[in-house]
Nanobody
């Protein structure tokens, strides 16, 4: 059973930075597409970023130029570096994983992801 555990969330001020981590276990990390999604209170979950096993990244429009996804296959961990945080970035951030079938057309679609973490809260004050 694949398990994903997020960490690194917290309360910060606008303009600050945070780095989220998602440690995986129970699977073959290097074969998974890894992604971050977020869900603000009262809103639907939205795609943030994804990264393929070959380090090809896909970026959501709301975070372009501010967030960067990366992965360390030696540590079975994916990261989300978040810079220039804004109050509208406040949300629960979820890590997700799916087997890499080489088809990235639906890489932003949450229903395509098989495994999910429990989420970590990020709160950005103005």
């Amino acid at each position: 059973q694949v398990q994903l555990v997020e960490s690194g969330g917290g309360l910060v001020q606008a303009g600050d930075s945070l780095r989220l981590s998602c440690a995986t276990s129970g699977g073959t990390f290097r074969m998974y597409v890894m992604a971050w999604f977020r869900q603000a209170a009262g809103k639907e979950r939205e795609f943030v970023q994804a990264i393929t096993p070959r380090n090809r990244s896909h970026v959501g429009d709301a975070v372009k130029g501010r967030f960067t996804i990366s992965r360390d296959n030696t540590k079975d961990t994916v990261y989300l570096q978040m810079n220039s945080l804004k109050p509208e970035d406040t949300a629960v951030y979820y890590c997700a994983a799916k087997w890499d079938d080489g088809n990235y057309y639906y890489i932003t679609a949450q229903h395509r992801y098989t495994y999910w973490g429990q989420g970590t809260q990020v709160t950005v004050s103005s």
